[in-house]
């Protein structure tokens, strides 16, 4: 008798909130125009004490989306910008950042080719509210190496994106993405918007319609950590748990609104964003820029577009072996995936696979997430 490819995928994410690699998760896949996946699995937290401890998931459940904020809004905010002639490709980076990355374009950031390092812990003498001493620290990073040369994932480019986008727009990144993305989607209601940023507001914390929708992320409990307190400790006391607060350290000393990390939202509206980049259905993205930022980079060995990543041609990297070179794609650090996939091999028609889990809670130190990301990915296409 044939396995029913729906209860292997139910069955699948329910081991991986057994086994411990996320408290809980919500899966949702879309294929050739319709849901034919969107479940809810485990708890919003596993920590006793933790906000939404032993309290189900549910398909609305808000996670920090992490990287995923770099292809939904920083990179989506860059196309609409290239497309509205308000920047090109090729336009140098602005000269306060350019000396961290000589010779720098807008390409190369969008490309991690930039010659800017993966990442750096500016965060740890730092407190939220001065995003710009975080940039002064990215314009005083030497480069790691020659422009253009190989491909790094750089953060540092992405926040520098972010402050450039600003000042093209001439609007606060958050504000920009309501106005731009969010409400033009019909994406940005309620007390927890289905997707957006959460800017830090002083000691305000969640209300309640928050702690029930959005979940937790890392618990800062030195009892978890034997062998010592982690670098990332300073600048969140006296938080005990990343609520509705970016996980990201950097963009939490940001003010939790940067290029790189800060995005907030439910499987239901990072579907709607992914859409409209499948379709062109964003005002202002029309189908020959979606197409030249869905262009796989030039630079050498690179698996890089412009923002979008696409799968490993060996099959190693999350989206394994079963989507198309075509595909675009990323992966946050908190434990959320997107793929977009507009010709698949099977030919049934274009497929989005989301998964948005808070593996990061109680801690960043928990087990590897990669076999469960390939795993979903091969369920996916078999629905």
Not at 164 to 193: C, M, N, S, T, Y
Not at 320 to 329: K, T, Y
Request: with cysteine.
């Amino acid at each position: 008798m044939r396995e029913d490819p729906h209860r292997v995928l139910f069955d699948l994410l329910e081991d991986g909130v057994r086994a411990g690699l996320y408290p809980g998760c919500v899966a949702l896949v879309w294929r050739d125009g319709a849901e034919i996946y969107h479940e809810a699995h485990g708890d919003l937290g596993s920590h006793e004490g933790a906000p939404g401890y032993l309290r189900a998931v549910s398909r609305d459940t808000v996670y920090d989306l992490a990287s995923l904020t770099k292809v939904l809004a920083t990179t989506s905010l860059a196309a609409l910008a290239v497309a509205e002639g308000r920047v090109e490709l090729t336009t140098p980076v602005p000269a306060e950042w350019d000396r961290a990355c000589p010779g720098a374009t807008l390409a190369h950031l969008l490309s991690h080719s930039s010659g800017l390092p993966a990442h750096r812990e500016f965060f740890v003498d730092l407190k939220p509210g001065r995003p710009e001493r975080v940039l002064d620290r990215i314009a005083a990073t030497a480069p790691e190496y020659p422009l253009g040369t190989k491909a790094v994932y750089s953060d540092l480019g992405f926040m520098i994106l972010g402050a450039w986008l600003e000042r093209l727009f001439g609007q606060a990144l958050d504000r920009l993405f309501d106005d731009k993305i969010a409400w033009p989607l019909d994406l940005h209601r309620g007390d927890v918007p289905r997707i957006g940023f959460h800017r830090l507001l002083g000691a305000r914390g969640p209300s309640s319609a928050q702690q029930h929708r959005v979940a937790p992320t890392e618990v800062y409990d030195p009892a978890l950590h034997p062998d010592g307190v982690p670098s990332w400790f300073a600048c969140r006391a006296p938080v005990r748990c990343a609520h509705y607060e970016v996980h990201d350290d950097n963009a939490f000393v940001m003010s939790g609104v940067a290029g790189h990390a800060g995005l907030f939202g439910e499987a239901a509206a990072v579907l709607e964003l992914a859409r409209a980049w499948l379709d062109c259905t964003l005002p202002g993205l029309d189908a020959r820029t979606r197409d030249v930022f869905w262009t796989l980079s030039q630079v050498p060995g690179s698996t890089r577009r412009l923002g979008w990543d696409s799968p490993t041609p060996d099959g190693s990297g999350t989206a394994a072996d079963v989507l198309s070179p075509h595909a675009a794609g990323h992966t946050g650090f908190t434990g959320t995936t997107l793929w977009i996939d507009p010709s698949p091999p099977d030919g049934r028609g274009p497929l989005i696979a989301i998964l948005l889990t808070n593996r990061v809670h109680p801690t960043r130190n928990g087990p590897p997430i990669l076999q469960l990301r390939q795993q979903f990915h091969r369920a996916a296409v078999r629905l």
